[in-house]
């Protein structure tokens, strides 16, 4: 795979999709902790048991993934690959489950069997051998289920996790452009060059249309694409400095060289791309898109 470049079929999860991934799975894995008898003779009961299985797993799956989201965010200037963040977000998950058992634990203490006891997990203490085997086992545990759920996100279902549209290297380039807008050699008045020197080698300089994701800019090339750390507004400011093109959308501007043809379906508007790609025209820009077009 070209190193800044993605498949399309990786896409970024809408917000009930993200929804979903960060309570779906770990229901699930609670109801069936709940279900099994590991660990359930400790309780009265088996409905204790399911409420204790999911109060554990709920959590930790939502420390997982605040820290591979933090630990993306802090990576993001050296551009190391998405199982990196997803280590030390385990990590960080690992930590964070001592302090919460302090919540959880006083609420399930009432119903432990004469003589059963809750792993003490708060505070820390490593220098004990049980605590920090303890301690071992449950973040390869973790990391086990961890690592090998986002490869399937990624790699099987197609969706981008922490910006990385790859498990194992830098599939999906994240450039910040105020280092790249810092380094030497660069202009200092806006230019097309601006925008194309913050793309990595692998997709090539002919860019046929920029595309609005949040903080980013993703550039898409003849050869692949990118995305840049910079507003779209700002980007499309840049690449207008060296290439002719139009606006079609609020999120999507275009090279005019890229355009193959419109289609119309059921009252809407969209542009065939020279690279297979359809993007809408929104009524906005209509008259000017298609005027342009009939001249």
């Known amino acids: 795979m070209i190193l800044g470049s993605h498949s399309p079929a990786h896409r970024d999860m809408t917000r009930d999709q993200y929804l ?6 770990p229901l699930m894995l609670g109801l069936v902790a709940g279900a099994s008898k590991f660990g359930s003779a400790q309780f009265d009961n088996r409905l204790v048991h399911f409420a204790f299985s999911l109060a554990s797993i709920v959590p930790d799956w939502l420390s997982l993934e605040l820290g591979s989201v933090l630990a993306a965010i802090a990576l993001r200037p050296w551009r190391l690959p998405l199982w990196v963040a997803l280590v030390l977000g385990t990590a960080f998950a690992a930590l964070a489950h001592a302090p919460l058992t302090l919540l959880r634990d006083p609420l399930f203490e009432p ?68 280092q790249a807008a810092a380094s030497p050699g660069l202009d200092s008045k806006p230019s097309l060059v601006l925008l194309l020197r913050r793309l990595p080698p692998g997709v090539g300089r002919d860019i046929l249309c920029l595309k ?10 003849s050869q692949g694409s990118a995305l840049v750390y910079m507003r779209f507004s700002d980007a499309v400011a840049l690449a207008a400095t060296g290439i002719d093109g139009v606006q079609i959308h609020r999120s999507y501007w275009v090279a005019y060289a890229a355009m193959a043809g419109f289609d119309r379906t059921e009252g809407r508007i969209f542009t065939r791309l020279i690279n297979g790609e359809t993007l809408p025209v929104s009524r906005t820009y209509q008259a000017r898109v298609l005027g342009l077009n009939a001249s």
């Open 212 to 221: 609005a994701q949040e903080h980013y800019t993703e550039v898409v090339t």
């Open 20 to 25: 979903l991934f960060l309570l779906l799975p």
């Open 111 to 178: 119903y432990l069997q004469p003589g059963a006891s809750l792993f003490p997990s708060w505070p820390w203490n490593f220098q004990d051998g049980r605590y920090a085997m303890e301690s071992a086992l449950a973040l390869l545990g973790r990391l086990l289920f961890w690592l090998p759920f986002n490869f399937a996100v990624v790699h099987l279902l197609g969706f981008r996790r922490l910006g990385h549209d790859h498990f194992f290297h830098v599939g999906l380039a994240v450039i910040d452009s105020a």
